[in-house]
Nanobody, 126 residues
Framework: QVQSVESGGGLVQAGDSLRLSCVYSGPSFDMYAMAWFRHAPGKDREFVAA????????EYADSVKGRFTISRDNAKNAVYLQMNALKLDDTAVYYCARGRGSGSSLYYEDHWYDTWGQGTQVTVSS
């Protein structure tokens, strides 16, 4: 069964850093764009960052630009999210997902992605 498995979440203080990892279990990982989304209580799931198949293109939500960095290692079927200067508003369950379109196309809407993982909880305290 093709799936994505996230890890690396935890409880941190505001200003700290975390690095999330996502390992994709299916074939042809290097053909797909990958993305991170997050879902906070009482809010809709929101786009965080996306990366093209060859890492040539990245996109970020305005709320995380300059603080978060998405990267990937195609040899390891993995995508990462380095999160620095964490804020209370970053508290959420973080999910990775596989792009459904071209590996070069990056979208902000979640319907363009599938193979969602189970998520990893990130909690930022003051």
């Amino acid at each position: 069964q093709v799936q994505s498995v996230e890890s690396g979440g935890g409880l941190v203080q505001a200003g700290d850093s975390l690095r999330l990892s996502c390992v994709y279990s299916g074939p042809s990982f290097d053909m797909y764009a990958m993305a991170w989304f997050r879902h906070a209580p009482g809010k809709d799931r929101e786009f965080v960052a996306a990366i093209s198949w060859n890492s040539a293109r990245t996109e970020y939500a305005d709320s995380v630009k300059g603080r978060f960095t998405i990267s990937r290692d195609n040899a390891k079927n993995a995508v990462y999210l380095q999160m620095n200067a964490l804020k209370l508003d970053d508290t959420a369950v973080y999910y990775c997902a596989r792009g459904r379109g071209s590996g070069s196309s990056l979208y902000y809407e979640d319907h363009w992605y599938d193979t969602w993982g189970q998520g990893t909880q990130v909690t930022v305290s003051s």
